[in-house]
């Protein structure tokens, strides 16, 4: 669940076209209640869900790694500083001069026009008046460039119910290295990052303390239960992972009453279900939609992995019905031929008094005869037959949909360069693809083969069936059939 | 006419059938009766209407108008497969044997279609032995047997359905003098045992036969001889 970004900007364009500057719209960034989240998490078609909660902390005790991040936050810091302090420095100047004309006209007046100012009596004062009380332009602004999670403390602290659901863990480019990672059940544990853990000579189990970020701080202590690496570039290695209760306790009573999560996430029982999961949520949640909230269906890595698979198994489907029509039309080839070449045979059956059921019912029986030695020599052979075919056909499905991958992939760097919203709902795909196909039928596969083997010879027997039913003995024995 | 018990009556049959643009009247108000323990003979040329007379009374073919009875019920009643099956077989100038089968199991096709209870292979042997084959030839492809040894498998087959009445369409057509005296006997064994025996043909040999009632069918009607 994220913001609405199509609301959101739909809502700003809908405040700038309003010519009406009091019934400006006033556009906020929607937030996430964590009784919302956990709400949604109630549904049936839910199997797990995330979400995470950010906050943070000032190091007690350790010293914090210096990142590429920190450095360019404060470079963009210094620059800012640099041009605030340049514009007040022009905003005096020009106050300055302006202070200067002012009084120079005034001069410039009270020398041309000291008689008039004599008639008009004790009016210099007021224009001096006027002089005093020029208006000063003043620049007061203020900016952080900073990390958002760093506007108050030095570390990073990020609450999420498992380690494992980390964005990045996730995608892969963050594991552990040391220890464990922790989930709702961990106390008082942390996982911090392998330079911070360098830096300060911690190791799993160490005691690692932090003081929050509150007027009156107060000093927290944790256990260090994993360390992590990451491959991300201009990571902020001060991020500590903690679990969710353990990261509220960073926080104040009010910074918790408006807590807000991030990045909440729901794993539904099926990707089938997930037309089922946003109606049903949308009409639970109606606030979803008003408070431009959005809840986006991330099958990609599903996609991912199974694309190949379901490619495969839609080209399967298609060729088992081009079989069972193929084998339906040989096997009635091949009984219609048989039923004719003994056609005599059966004229003397039916001259001998044999129903016609009975003939029908002696071809069919060879045919199921016939049929399940078929199906008996399969079994040993399909599965072989199955696994070459499946990997073959699984191979170049995957690869062409990693060329596909590809394409789409240059594509959408060209794309993504102007994009602002896109970072929020852009979601990399770190799934792999599925491209091992494990080929095994147990009884419920083989009593279907034989129960699809025996219903296409029942079709297969529709049309012989007819031909027996117009045999007449006597044009059969006379030899006119 | 009356009907009496394990008699085949045959009354105003006439048949038709068309030829093209025409109909053609092949039987014209048959009127016979067969009473059991008697060889009949019916002669008469080709195209005189004679096998589609025993197809009739055989049920291979639809009566069109008259009726066949036996035993005082129509045949038509008793429904052409339950007809074939319990009260007639037909003996084809042809064999019409089933020519992957050896004799033996040929016969024992008959078997099975008359209920026959216990060892079909015995009772097999034992009509095969009847009609002259021997248990060698009963274990051989018909393919391999002579004309007349087929013929007399035919003939065993129609024994193995213990029918009343056996039906014969020019069953020594194919088969040498000697032989065909030899079949003819065997007939007038099956006539005698009490079954309704009716043997088409255009032998003189045949109709000459002293025990044989012998009816002369000619453009449709038939006359005794």
């Known amino acids: 669940m994220q913001p609405d970004t199509d609301a959101l900007r739909a809502a700003a364009e809908k405040a700038r076209d309003s010519s009406d500057s009091d019934s400006a719209a006033q556009i906020t960034q929607p937030t996430i209640s964590e009784p919302l989240a956990k709400g949604i998490a109630d549904s049936q078609y839910i199997k797990d869900y995330t979400y995470s909660v950010v906050t943070s902390a000032n190091a007690d005790g350790y010293k914090v790694v210096e990142t590429a991040q920190n450095e360019r936050e404060m470079q963009f810091q210094s620059a800012f500083d640099n041009a605030k302090n340049q ?395 | 006419m009356t009907d009496k018990k394990d008699t085949l009556v045959v009354k105003n049959l006439t048949h038709t059938y068309s030829d093209g643009q025409r109909k053609v009247e092949v039987l014209k108000n048959i009127n016979v009766t067969f009473e059991p323990g008697r060889l009949y003979a019916i002669v008469g040329e080709s195209g005189s209407g004679k096998t589609t007379l025993i197809s009739l009374i055989s049920a291979l073919d639809k009566i069109q108008s008259g009726e066949v009875t036996y035993g005082g019920k129509d045949i038509r009643k008793i429904g052409a497969q339950a007809f074939r099956q319990h009260y007639v077989n037909v003996v084809f100038q042809a064999f019409n044997l089933i020519k992957y089968m050896t004799a033996r199991e040929n016969v024992e096709v008959g078997l099975d279609f008359s209920g026959h209870k216990g060892s079909g292979r015995e009772r097999a042997y034992e009509l095969l032995e009847s009609v002259g084959i021997t248990r060698d030839q009963a274990d051989s492809l018909v393919q391999k047997l002579s004309g007349g040894q087929q013929q007399r498998v035919a003939i065993a087959r129609c024994l193995a359905g213990e029918v009343p009445i056996i039906v014969a369409d020019e069953p020594t057509g194919n088969l040498d003098e000697d032989t065909e005296g030899k079949i003819l006997q065997i007939f007038r064994q099956i006539a005698a045992s009490g079954k309704i025996v009716i043997v088409v043909t255009h032998s003189q040999k045949v109709a000459s036969h002293a025990d044989a009632t012998v009816y002369h069918m000619k453009a449709g009607a038939l006359s005794l001889k």
């Open chain 1, 87 to 481: 514009a007040n420095d022009q905003v005096e100047q020009f106050n300055q001069r302006r202070t200067e004309f002012n009084r120079e006209q005034e001069n410039n007046s009270q020398s041309q026009g000291s008689g008039q100012n004599q008639r008009q009596g004790g009016s210099s004062r007021g224009g001096s008046g006027d002089t005093r009380s020029a208006p000063q332009f003043n620049f007061n602004f203020d900016f952080n460039f900073s990390d958002p999670t760093l506007s108050r403390g030095d570390t990073a602290i990020q609450g999420v119910n498992s380690f494992a659901f980390v964005s990045d863990v996730e995608n892969g480019s963050m594991k552990i290295v040391e220890g464990q990672a922790f989930d709702e059940s961990t106390k008082d544990g942390v996982v911090i990052s392998q330079k911070l853990a360098d830096a300060n000579s911690l190791k799993v189990g160490s005691e690692i303390k932090f003081k929050t970020t509150a007027d009156t701080a107060k000093e927290l202590t944790f256990k260090v239960v994993g360390i992590y690496s990451t491959s991300t570039e201009d990571f902020n290695y001060n991020t500590v992972y903690t679990n969710i209760d353990s990261a509220k306790s960073f926080m104040t009573d009010d910074q918790l009453k408006d807590l807000s999560v991030q990045d909440v996430r729901y794993y539904l029982t099926s990707a089938e279900n997930k037309d089922a999961f946003l109606k049903e949520t949308a009409a639970k949640y109606p606030e979803i939609k008003t408070d431009n909230l959005k809840l986006d269906i991330d099958d990609s890595s599903y996609q991912t992995m199974v694309g190949p698979i379901e490619h495969v198994g839609s080209f399967a489907s298609t060729v088992f019905w081009i079989v069972v029509a193929a084998t339906v039309a040989i096997i009635t080839l091949i009984v219609v031929i048989n039923v004719k070449d003994r056609r005599y045979e059966m004229g003397v059956l039916l001259s001998l008094g044999a129903k016609r059921g009975n003939i029908i019912g002696q071809v069919f029986v060879e045919l199921i005869v016939v049929g399940t030695i078929g199906f008996l020599l399969s079994l040993g052979t399909s599965h072989l037959i199955a696994q070459k075919m499946g990997d073959s056909l699984l191979k170049q499905q995957v690869a062409s949909s990693q060329q596909a991958t590809s394409d789409t992939t240059q594509q959408r760097g060209i794309n993504a360069r102007p994009g602002g919203f896109s970072r929020m709902t852009t979601r990399q795909s770190s799934a792999k693809q599925i491209d091992t196909i494990d080929v095994s039928a147990g009884v419920h596969e083989y009593a279907m083969l034989f129960g699809i083997g025996y219903l296409i010879l029942i079709v297969a027997m529709i049309l012989p069936s007819i031909n027996v039913l117009r045999y007449q003995p006597k044009t059969i024995l006379a030899g006119k059939e």
